[in-house]
């Protein structure tokens, strides 16, 4: 399967701490995205980061590329009970598809 | 911008009828779709890739004479499940490139339910 791997599978926190999730790809890529999910709904695009670059920050996110470990972190800080939902990664592939691979997600529940 | 709807948002059916799916960019034209199935608490499996004014492509595993794709137009494509069966039954979610970048837009998915 080329489906990557996440982890942690579930992360459950205090709001106003960090969270960090960590993502593992098996192909060579273009770019990697982060996406969110709430429960029962459509992904929202959080984030892009290029094959070439190797930290990216949006906000309150910060996301890390490391393509010789084919690797990934996610960082949520100063964390929100309103971040509480799934998060997945997808390895964007090469070779001209545009095809993403979705890795197996984080649940995140941030407690108020 | 760059909003992707699908309608139905929720669909129940009788096994062996069939159902469509439409997933549409309201805003912009994309000329490739893409189609994907969530089991639940698990993550998303590309089922096709949609290409307007082409046939779609799909991934392996998945029968594309059970699962109907027509891409028809730059905003519109569609996905029919035929012959709908109890294992059919899964959140499916469409999702749209721009062709500007490489990030995908995604609908609110359909959840199908087979009895």
């Known amino acids: 399967s080329q489906q990557g791997e996440e982890d942690p599978q579930a992360l459950s926190i205090q709001e106003g701490e960090n969270a960090t999730m960590n993502c593992s790809y098996k192909t060579s890529i273009n770019n990697l995205q982060w996406y969110r999910q709430n429960s029962g709904r459509g992904l929202v695009h959080l984030i892009l980061?290029?094959?070439?670059?190797r930290e990216k920050h949006s906000g309150r996110l910060r996301v890390t590329l490391d393509t010789s470990k084919k690797s990934s972190s996610l960082l949520i800080t100063a964390s929100r009970a309103a971040d509480t939902a799934s998060y997945f990664c997808?390895?964007?592939?090469?070779?001209?598809?545009?095809?993403?691979?979705f890795g197996k997600g984080t649940k995140l529940t941030v407690n108020p | 911008g760059a909003v992707v709807s699908q309608h139905p948002s929720r669909v129940i059916c009788k096994s062996g009828t069939s159902v469509k799916i439409e997933c549409r960019s309201l805003?912009?034209?994309?000329?490739?779709m893409f189609w994907y199935r969530q089991f639940p608490k698990q993550s998303l499996m590309l089922m096709a890739t949609s290409n307007e004014g082409s046939k779609a492509t799909y991934e392996q595993g998945v029968e594309k004479d059970k699962f109907l794709i027509n891409h028809a137009s730059l905003t519109l494509s569609t996905l029919t499940v035929t012959s709908a069966h109890p294992e059919d039954s899964s959140f499916y979610i469409c999702?749209?490139?721009?062709?500007?970048?490489?990030?995908?837009?995604f609908g609110p998915g359909t959840r199908l339910t087979v009895t």
């Open positions: 980061i290029r094959s070439n670059e």
């Open positions: 999702s749209a490139l721009t062709g500007s970048t490489y990030e995908q837009y």
């Open positions: 997808a390895a964007g592939i090469q070779g001209g598809s545009e095809k993403l691979v």
């Open positions: 805003d912009f034209q994309a000329t490739t």
